[in-house]
């Protein structure tokens, strides 16, 4: 296939990150990927299609709302983008640094503002290493959902990767009806593990 015009992929990747990274629109951000896409995360496995997507983002993302996503940098190549992404908290203990864990993305462009595929590279000790920091200090410093909802570190990389002053997240999740969060590997009943 043909690579895209580079404009088109840019823009698409920034409507990509301000959907779901930034805004946290997770069913409008699988809609952004193609009915046969494939997202494959290493530690989970491998869904496709915007229904598979949506349940596993929201289903994750449910589980640890205290989790938002800062854009680091990105390389478009062809129709392939690759980026890095910083897993962020903020600290529960009053002025203390953000608690992070990073991940680099791989995806590919598909035209029309969609998706063809994204691969999820992380290091499950590192994710370890950030919950257990961060679970010492919510028992130290206790917080309310509306707490763990706050997004205030954005950091200083990608300008444009961030909401406006003033936004209150509000994940596609949060308002769901019925709405489970998945809170192990155990409890996936659709996609496939690739371990």
């Known amino acids: 296939m043909a690579d895209f015009d580079r404009s088109e992929v840019e823009e698409s990747f920034r409507n990509y990150v301000m ?3 930034v805004y946290e629109d997770w069913e409008a ?29 929201e289903g994750t993302m449910g589980f640890a709302p205290h989790v938002y996503t800062v854009l680091v ?7 392939r983008i690759v ?17 992070d864990f990073p991940s680099f993305q791989i995806i590919e462009y598909a035209g029309d503002g969609k998706w063809r595929s994204e691969e999820d590279i992380w290091t499950v000790r590192e994710m370890v290493a950030f919950s257990k920091e961060y679970s010492r200090a919510l028992k130290a410093f206790p917080q309310t959902l509306e707490e763990k909802l706050s997004r205030k570190d954005w950091g200083p990389w ?37 371990h």
Do not use: C, M
């Open 73 to 79: 940098w990105y390389v478009i190549d062809g129709n």
């Open 158 to 194: 990608v300008e444009w990767a961030r909401p406006e002053p003033g936004h209150v997240a509000k994940p596609s999740w949060l308002t769901r009806d019925g709405f489970t969060p998945i809170s192990s590997i155990a409890e996936f009943d659709f996609g496939v593990r690739t």
């Open 83 to 99: 980026y890095k992404a910083i897993n962020r908290a903020d600290n529960p203990e009053p002025g203390a640094a953000p608690i």
């Open 19 to 21: 959907t779901g990274l």
């Open 29 to 57: 951000w699988a809609n952004l990927f193609t009915d046969d896409a494939t997202y494959t995360d290493h530690y989970y496995g491998r869904f496709t299609g915007p229904q598979e997507i949506t349940r596993f983002l």
